[in-house]
């Protein structure tokens, strides 16, 4: 990724090939835009009038300078009304905007960083920097590709357009703001961008092994510690539940450990939990064939726990926190588990597993009980874990559960100013006798007809917490979707920017 440039220039005398203005529907646009329509002779203001151009949101526009300003094209990007702008507004301009040089084979852009003050009573409470931030991130990651896989002629054929210069305008003031907003929209772009190529690999690639090997190389690069177990280690600390999932592969399971620490010698740090289910075929209890491909992000969970953990280290959050990744492979095989094995996990509990579609619950179980060592100030698992996710919420927010108040509403918060939106679900004790067995302390699914398959599942996981602070995220309708112009086609590494923001608020 080429770093961002800043620069100080007026837009009127700055030399790119895509100057892009960001424009609200009351089209009150500030002295540098005014300066602008005034040198090309009112086009700005006359698409407003003529209604070619509202202000909508992700609204666009090109107008062509003709040599009236030094810019060879101007392009608009409709933000919204003034008062509803906040930094996800933003962050899709910033998308936006990417998607449409693409299309139109520019080679450099220039951002004009907007005010956003249209007077008084309508100003926006964003900050100079949360403003900047915000564009800069959208921009970068709409600009992510995953080519890894093309052969090499293919690659320059698809290769008719590079992107050379990506700047912001900014002027002598604002300089310092605007170079800190950028860099650290760079490392969260560069931890987000870790996360997608992970999930986006296939299973033969991302296997538990090259998960460990990953989260080693960038522990190394970005300086906190990372430790695999094994399974002997598994064995010595009696972790039935994830051994059981992975016994039916011939790839050898890894539990990541990660610890960074940026905070007090004795400060409890926050642990989080990803689910890294390298290929989930569902084991004996066999997935259709329709798409189990996708099965290949099973693991976003332990991807985004890997992200995050680059994110806190890179930008030296003064916290401590620890990533841990149940990595295994779900398959069928002579050596696998059926329904109806009893495992016992490390907890001590014993878990009736009538389903081995239902695996992500056994290897967070021993992961969240491994995690108590930490005497953590709070738990934060994320899995892809239930296709009743998808039913209940869809594409535009993660399911979260957990059980503790002010836990669950921090994360709520974080989802919002991140657009990692989270909608949180009820936990029932209602729902945590669902899982109870009859012949072992708990079973993997409940019965027919119990429904709330997502609950259910949180229920289970709730089993091996303890009264820790522990919110969990269900991330399968979310790990891999374009639903927004930042998130091109693939993984768009959910969980990352959410952690990192609520990380950053209680640092
Ligand atoms: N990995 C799947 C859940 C999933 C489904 C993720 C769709 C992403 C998209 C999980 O391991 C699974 O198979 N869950 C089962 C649970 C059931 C057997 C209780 C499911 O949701 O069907
Ligand atoms: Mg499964
Ligand atoms: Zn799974």
Redo the contacts with the bound molecule.
């Keep these: 990724m080429k770093p961002i440039k800043i620069k100080i220039d007026a837009p009127i005398v700055h030399k790119t090939d895509c100057l892009t203005l960001f424009c609200p529907e009351e089209a009150a646009p500030g002295s540098a835009l005014k300066e602008i329509d005034k040198k090309l002779n009112g086009a700005l203001s006359q698409a407003y009038k003529s209604k070619r151009f509202e202000g909508k949101t992700n609204q666009t526009l090109w107008l062509d300078t003709l040599g009236n300003i030094k810019s060879k094209a101007i392009l608009l990007i409709g933000v919204g009304p003034i008062k509803e702008i906040g930094a996800e507004k933003l962050r899709q301009a910033g998308g936006t905007s990417v998607n449409q040089i693409e299309k139109n084979k520019s080679t450099s852009i220039s951002f004009v960083l907007p005010s956003l003050t249209g007077g008084k009573k309508n100003s926006s409470k964003l900050k100079s920097e949360d403003i900047a931030c915000a564009i800069a991130e959208g921009a970068l990651l709409g600009l992510y590709r995953f080519e890894e896989y093309k052969s090499k002629d293919k690659k320059t054929k698809n290769k008719n357009w590079t992107l050379e210069d990506l700047s912001l305008l900014t002027d002598a003031a604002n300089q310092t703001v605007a170079r800190k907003a950028a860099q650290k929209a760079q490392k969260i772009a560069d931890a987000v961008f870790t996360t997608r190529d992970l999930i986006a690999h296939p299973g033969n690639r991302a296997t538990p092994t090259f998960l460990a090997q990953t989260a080693k190389k960038i522990a190394r690069s970005h300086q906190f510690s990372c430790k695999i177990l094994g399974r002997k280690e598994m064995e010595k600390l009696g972790m039935g539940a994830l051994l059981g999932v992975s016994q039916g592969s011939n790839e050898p399971p890894a539990l990541i450990v990660m610890e960074y620490k940026g905070g007090p010698k004795k400060q409890a740090p926050v642990v989080i939990v990803g689910?890294g289910?390298t290929f989930?075929t569902?084991g004996i209890?066999l997935?259709p064939s329709a798409n189990m491909g996708?099965?290949k992000?099973?693991m976003?969970g332990g991807a985004a726990t890997i992200g995050a953990m680059q994110a806190v280290a890179s930008l030296k959050l003064p916290i401590n926190v620890v990533g841990l990744v149940p990595a295994a492979e779900?398959m069928p095989s002579g050596t696998a588990i059926k329904p109806g094995d009893i495992l016992t996990s490390m907890s001590g509990k014993t878990i009736e597993v009538l389903?081995t579609?239902?695996?992500?619950?056994l290897v967070l179980a021993d992961a969240l009980t491994f995690s108590a060592r930490y005497k953590p100030r709070a738990v934060i698992d994320l899995?892809?874990?239930?296709?009743?996710?998808?039913v209940a919420l869809g594409h535009q927010a993660c399911a979260l559960l957990g059980n503790d108040e002010d836990l669950i509403q921090q994360l709520i918060a974080s989802g919002e100013s991140s657009g990692e939106r989270a909608w949180n679900l009820p936990l029932w004790e209602e729902h945590e006798k669902e899982v109870k067995s009859d012949i072992a302390d708990l079973k993997?699914?409940?019965a027919p007809n119990v429904g709330a398959?997502t609950i259910?599942?949180a229920a289970f996981l709730k089993a091996f917490v303890g009264d820790v602070p522990w919110a969990h995220l269900d991330i399968?309708?979310v790990?891999?979707e374009q639903s927004k112009p930042y998130i091109p086609k693939g993984p768009s590494g959910f969980g990352v920017r959410l952690l990192i923001n609520y990380l950053e608020n209680i640092a």
């Design positions: 689910k289910i989930d569902g209890s997935k996708e099965m992000m099973d976003s779900n389903n579609d239902a695996e992500g619950r899995a892809t874990l239930t296709g009743a996710c998808v993997n699914i409940t398959g259910t599942a399968a309708g790990a891999w």
